[in-house]
């Protein structure tokens, strides 16, 4: 059977702890089962997070993705990109190195887009120190949808073991939840769910639940009216459509271990009311993964951590559950025809 091409990692923020989760889970790469994959990053970058980490870590610079397959099981693969003028200073984000997490980025959509590469993982970005430098996304997600083509609607999805969920919306105060959330906005972040549920994961008919917004999912109207006048249309369209949706459901009974039995992803209206339960149960082995691009993206579920960058201690478990993920999310791919 043909395997899949190999994954392209990206850099993250050099003063981050990407650099350092990108070599530990290297040395996991038997332990936990990781297919081959290449870090997209200048060469000093990866020397410094060597160097930080105190150890005598092997890696090979390959002049091309497809040569990471032999390299991998004695060495880290890195695609060198520009960097020289930019020095990447442990614990510290700055503007100066923004060209070395953009270059990253693009490169390895570009590989995905050709097929080079199977999937894209990225490692966490300081938006702070992008929108200095004249980056103008709100973050990740929407800039991997500009590269992949116009009009691509990104959905956020977080997973683990135990649970999967959608943020209906994300980024926004809570007071604006209540203004952005509409009918046609639940039907279209359901359908990408679905189609890619079936499409990466294997799910035929995949099972969706939504919560209500308010508490009690509005008991009625007594407590708001937004489960009846915005989401309950939305999931009789669904169910009209062939989807199995069951919802509007209170958001503090539906996410104990019975409950999750009864679906495959749950679909939130705001972003703690997603983030909160799938952290809880699984704070390390959380993947961020992004659904409706024409590829796979997959992303450790935490930030920068630059305060305890550079000292050896972060942990690489979800670095390594996203880049997992991905590999299975490509074979199924593969298997499928997709």
């Known amino acids: 059977m043909t395997k899949p091409a190999p994954i392209a990692l990206t850099i993250g ?11 530990k889970a290297w ?37 091309d993705i497809s040569e990471t397959g032999a390299v ?11 960097g020289t003028n930019a020095t990447a200073v442990s614990g510290t984000a700055s503007a100066t ?33 992008l929108f200095e430098a004249g980056f103008k996304h709100p973050g990740h997600t929407e800039f991997l949808a500009e590269l992949a083509a116009p009009g691509t609607i990104p959905v956020m999805m977080l997973a683990n073991s135990k649970l999967r969920v959608v943020p209906l919306t994300i980024h926004i105060a ?29 799910i035929e008919q995949p099972r969706l639940a939504i919560a209500g917004l308010n508490p009690h999912a509005g008991e009625d109207g007594t407590m708001g009216r937004e489960e009846q006048t915005i989401i309950a ?18 958001a503090d009974t539906m996410f104990h271990e019975e409950a999750r039995a009864n679906y495959d992803v749950a679909l939130c209206p705001y972003h703690d009311q997603a983030l909160i339960p799938v952290k809880t149960l699984d704070f390390h082995g959380g993947v961020n993964v992004t659904l409706g691009l024409p590829f796979i993206r997959t992303s450790p579920d935490h930030g920068t951590a630059l305060n305890i960058a550079g000292k050896g201690i972060a942990r690489p478990d979800s670095l390594i559950a996203a ?6 999310m490509a074979a199924k791919r593969l298997s499928t025809g997709a």
Request: include cysteine.
């Open 13 to 23: 923020e050099p003063g981050g702890i990407g650099p350092e989760l990108a070599l």
């Open 27 to 63: 040395l996991h790469r038997k332990d936990a089962g990781i297919e081959p994959f290449c870090l997209l990053s200048p060469v000093n970058v990866v020397e410094h997070a060597i160097k930080q980490a105190g150890s005598d870590i092997s890696f090979k610079v390959v002049s």
């Open 72 to 82: 991998f099981s004695d060495a880290l693969p890195v695609l060198a990109l520009d």
């Open 97 to 129: 190195t923004a060209s070395i997490v953009i270059n990253s980025i693009t490169e390895a959509v570009a590989l995905a887009c050709s097929g080079a590469a199977s999937a894209v993982v990225t490692n966490p970005i300081q938006k702070s120190a």
């Open 174 to 202: 809570l007071s604006e939840v209540p203004k952005q959330l509409t009918t046609e906005l639940i039907i279209k972040r359901c359908q990408i769910t679905a189609a890619a549920l079936k499409k990466d994961f294997g």
């Open 233 to 250: 249309p939305a999931i009789q369209f669904l169910r009209d459509s062939g989807f199995d949706v069951i919802g509007p459901l209170p």
């Open 323 to 328: 880049l997992k993920m991905a590999a299975e």
